[in-house]
Structure formats: C-alpha cells, structure tokens
C-alpha cells in the first residue's frame, strides 16, 4: 500500500482566509484575515507586511505605564500565539487585556528587538473588532487547570492549550485517514446511525423510538378532548346509515344527478367521520401495548424496534460485496453504564472492509494504516506533538517513531496465554485459555515481552462475534486484535464468515433472532465472497498518539452516563 506520501492539508494555501466572489454592496465587506500559523511559519520574512489577524487573547499585559500593552492571541490555527502591541491611543488597553478576550485587528508586522523571545510581533493600527470578557465570571484563568475540571466547561475548553492541541491531532488523524484509504482505493460508505440489527450481539444500545412523544401527544390531546364513547362511534354510524338511505331513495326516485351528487358527497363525509371517530376511540393514554404486556413497536416511527449503532461493520459490508473495497467513518453509541477512563457512550470508529481477503490480508492492512497514520502525525503535526511531549507524556513522539517503523509481531491467542502464564507477574485478572483478555494483559505482552505493536489472532469463538470466521478446529474463530503500548486494543478484526449454514447457526448459538439479519444472510445467498475487516476506535488512537489518560478528553464533546452537555 502506499506510503505517507501525501501532501500536508494545504494550511498555507488558507493563510488567507477571504472570499474571492465580489462583494456586495449592501453587505460589510469580506474579512481578509491572515492565520497565525502562516505569520509563525514565515517568521521575520513577512516584516513589514500589513495584516489583519483574529483571535482570544491568551495573556495580556499593560507596560509603560499603561502607554501600551502586549496581547499573546491565539486563533487556534497552531500552537503558538502572535505577540500583538497595542498603544493606548488606538484603543483603551484595559478592556483588550483579560484572559478569553476576542479581537480582530489590523496592523503591521515588524521584528522585535534582537533580545526578545519573538521573531516576530504585530502592530496594531486598528481594533476592527472586540469582544470583552468579564475577568471576575471568566472560568478558564490563566493559571493551569485540570482537564476534569475542564470537562464541566466543554463549550470552552477548546481554547486551552491542551484541548486545542487534541483538536487539531484529531483533526490530522481524521484527514490521513481518509487520505490513506483512498489511495489505497477503498470507497467512503455512509452507514446509518439509526438500525435495526446488534452488531456485537450484546444488547447495550441505545434505543431509537417516538412512542414517548407520540404518548405525550396523545394524553394532552385526551385531556384536551376526550376520546369517543362506543355511543359515540354507534351514532356515527347511524348518521351513515341514514345518509346511504337517503342516497337509495334518491336514486329509487330518478332524481336528478346534481341532487345525488350531492348526498353521495354527504355521505362520504359521514363514512370518513366514522374512520375519525373509530380511530380516535382507540386512543389510550400511556405506551403502546400488546396482549401479553409487551411494547407495541409496530405502532412506532419505524414500525419495529431500532436502535443507535453499536458498528457500522455489518452494514459496511454489503458494499464491500458489491465494491471490493469499501470504509465507513462514524459515531457509534454503546449504552454501557461504565465510568472508567476507556469507555464512552458515542464514539468514532474507523472499520474498512476488503472482499476476496483473508486474516492475513486483514492484518496487513491493519498494520500499514496504524503506521500511516503514526507517519502523518509526525509529519504534519509535529509542534503539537512536542507539547504532549513537555506536557503530557514525554514518550509520545518515541511511541509513534516506534509503531511507524517497527514489524508488529504476530502470535496467537493460544500463544499469547502461554506467554503470559509463564511470566513472573501477578496480574489482577487470572489468565487462563477461554479468557477475554484484559488491557493489563494486552499493556504487558506490548509494553514489556516483545515493546512493539502485536498483533493476536485465532481467539476462542465464545468471545467473539458471531459473524466471524469459524476455524477449522470448532473453536477458535478467525479474529485478530492489534495492541499497542499506551492502550492495549487499538484495532479488532476478522475474517468474516462467508458460509451460509455456519453463518446462521452462529447466530442462534447468540440466542439472536435470525428474521433481523435475513438481509445479511442474503449476502451469503447471492454470490458469497470471503472478505475480512476491522474497526479502529478513533479515540483510542488519540489517547495512544497523545499519552492523555481519559477518553473524555480527545473527544470534543463526551457523552458517558450522567453527561450529555450540550
């Protein structure tokens, strides 16, 4: 597959960031405004020119008496922030200088004197435009701040140096990922979010339904109008009745056709009442039931039961059997009632999937595209890089040189028990075959046997789904994960299980209904085709690339029990 060779996202070719089309003369003009990153990059060979720049000051200082002040903004193009200097005679200082404060000004770039820290400082000449901060209420102070207080505040975090770092690795990540797909031919599929199937086959979804609200309408609308008595429904039809008999006599009488015209109108107007009232008459307060006490999901939106996705793997593939080789890049949701630093109710998930492929071919992809992507962040995010490394974890850079250039080793999951039995170490869960084997476990067989990815593969089917491949021994199914140092399990895969009565029997040995995957049976009726995939969670890429210890902080806005901000 190919390598890193794509080009960096074209940053410096957005320098600029104004529009071209011609304006409008009953509008405000365009705002050409000029990142800092592209002032950063070019130093002090863009002294001399005239920009506007936009931004929230990070620090802010009166000097000379109050006669000129120093901002520190940042607009989040990169890490750095542009030093501006701002005279009391263009604007008042005191409200340009607290922490948050937005400005967007205009002004001259020059070199600062040869003792300073700079290369080079901005001149402003002009405040366009100014958003004041209240320094008293303003929850982000200057001073250091831990990320968990920081997740109470996820409308502002982003502006801190730690979460701006995240945002833009994630960012990157993203960006190579589907660079790295598609010079590798693989198609973009979008998989719906809303579905009908458990991939994973263990329950913990988040249920899609409008019955609540649908219950909600109907007991106000009751309260509001009570619904018919069967008297109710009886005297309709006696209007109908009456109606149909007048129709008859008209007709018995040869009257004209204007006059029956007319009362075969009434009349149907009459039957449509009865329908109303009919209809009405059945509403009831409370949720939908069934004789036996159940939910009616027929009467829902979908008219079955649906749910967020847990994968979209199963859905992926069948353009995979269409196309050959396809991807999909999206959230997922996981209704699991955990609160430790490696869950999260909605997460993204990378899963590509590859038809006429087997393990092997699966692996392979696996390890190419983790490198790809180590590559690309040592590439193209080099600065943010070096601030988790002062900040966060000094081994961060080291890990992905590591992953980007080392053969991940490959042993089975029998292989890997032995190995970890044998070891002089006392681990808090038992190893033995037959296990899912914890992070402790996967951390140690990364981190200190062989202190490169590995990658396990043929674990026992009763831990695995049930779409992939059984073994030839009956009980090992072709299933690999990757493990990294930092997180354990960054990828799952498998050969998928292409044969039609194994396919089946594996999902009642699930105890899973077959009539929600008859679609997916078909698959292995019309032209069956051996193909394998994986998933990668996104957000563990993050934490492995980054050293942060908590999911909840490499994603913009975290959902886990209890909290769903904004």
Known sequence: MADDAASAPPTAQLAAASISSPPSSDLEPPTSRTRIRAILDAGDAMAGERVVVGGWVKTGRQQGKGEFAFLEVNDGSCQGNLQVMVEKDVHPLASLTHTGTSVLVEGVLKKPPAEAKQRIELKVERVIELGEVDAAAYPLPKTKITLETLRDFVHLRARTNTIGAVARIRHQLAYATHSFFNENGFLYIHTPIIT???????????QVTALFSQAEKVEKELKENPAPSEADVEAAKLVVK???????????????????????????????????????????????????????????????????????????????????????????????????????????????????????????????????????????????????????????????????????????????????????????????????????????????????????????KGIKAFYMRLNDDQKTVAAMDVLVPKVGELIGGSQREERLDILKQRILDADLPLEPYEWYLDLRRFGSVKHSGFGLGFERMILFATGLENIRDVIPFPRYPGRADL
Not at 361 to 386: G, P, T
Request: glycine letters at 4%; aromatic letters at 10%; hydrophobic letters at 40%.
């Open 196 to 206: 009908t199937s458990d991939c994973e086959g263990a329950g913990e979804m988040f």
């Open 242 to 460: 009456e109606k149909g008999d007048a129709v008859a006599q008209l007709k018995a009488a040869k009257a004209s056709k204007q006059e029956i015209t007319a009362a075969v109108s009434v009349l149907t107007k009459a039957k449509e009442n009865v329908l109303r009232v009919e209809e009405r008459s059945k509403l009831k307060p409370g949720l939908p039931l069934k004789g036996d006490g159940k939910i009616a999901f027929e009467n829902d939106f979908f008219k079955r039961q649906a749910f967020l996705t847990v994968s979209g793997q199963l859905q992926v593939e069948t353009y995979a059997c269409a196309l050959s080789n396809v991807y999909t890049f999206g959230p997922t949701f996981r209704a699991e009632n955990s609160h430790t630093s490696r869950h999260l109710a909605e997460f993204w998930m990378v899963e590509p999937e590859i038809a006429f492929a087997n393990l092997q071919d699966d692996m392979n992809c696996a390890e190419r595209y983790v490198q790809y992507l180590c590559k690309w962040l040592l590439k193209h995010c080099r600065e943010d890089m070096e601030f988790m490394v002062k900040h966060v974890d000094k081994t961060a850079i080291e890990r992905l040189e590591l992953v980007s250039s080392t053969p991940f080793e490959r042993i089975s999951y029998t292989k890997a028990v032995e190995i970890l039995e044998g070891v002089d170490k006392k681990f808090e869960n038992k190893v033995e075959w037959g296990i899912d084997l914890a992070s402790e476990h996967e951390r140690y067989l990364t981190e200190v046997i062989f202190k490169r990815p590995v990658i396990v593969y043929n674990y026992p």
